[in-house]
């Protein structure tokens, strides 16, 4: 290949670069116009927002983990004192609630530790199966046969007469 090149015969194409903008004394009312909007609409907007925003990032609360404090058991409650009983019938409640989702974690996870480990579940999902059996028992205790009516005052008494049983058989 030559050394020199004829610049003729191989133009370069034209760059495709825009021409540049043409400056008049007229002010371009696009900009005028998105200015004024920025100043009078978005900004106090925006302010209001923000200002919104920070309020609320004080006093964060989270719904979806909501913190109920404990009441007294129904044992502890005086004679006639029906609100205690109401508040230890909703804790009763909230308490059965976690202890359901407790074992249905339990239950999941044993469920996937046998889908994963294959033929090894009983090997590998020992402890899984051995948590399950403890979970459950521990359910089932504490409200087995009560049905889905079940509320405090029936689990309170199934406790106190497996506690008697318990004495009995001690003795």
């Known amino acids: 290949m030559p050394e020199d ?28 116009l998105q200015t004024a909007f920025d100043y009078v609409i978005d900004a106090p907007v925006t302010f209001v927002r923000e200002w919104i925003e920070r309020q609320q990032a004080k006093n964060k609360t989270y719904y979806y983990h909501q913190k109920f404090r404990r009441v007294p058991d129904l044992s502890e409650c005086l004679e006639g004192d029906y609100l205690c009983f109401y508040e230890a019938e909703a804790q009763w409640r909230r308490d059965r ?26 090997q590998n999902c020992a402890k899984e199966m051995e948590l399950l059996a403890q979970v459950t028992k521990a359910y ?14 029936t689990c309170l ?8 049983e318990e004495r009995k058989a001690a003795q």
């Open 5 to 32: 090149h004829d610049w003729e015969a191989y133009k370069v194409p034209p760059s495709r670069t825009p021409a540049a903008d043409r400056t008049t004394s007229v002010p371009n009312p696009v900009t005028f």
């Open 97 to 122: 609630m976690v202890d359901q989702e407790i074992v249905e974690i339990v239950r999941e996870r044993l469920g996937a530790c046998q889908h994963r480990e294959g033929p090894n579940q009983f």
């Open 140 to 153: 089932q205790d504490r409200y087995g046969d009560l049905g889905y009516h079940g509320n405090a005052r």
């Open 157 to 164: 008494m199934k406790q106190k007469h497996r506690m008697m």
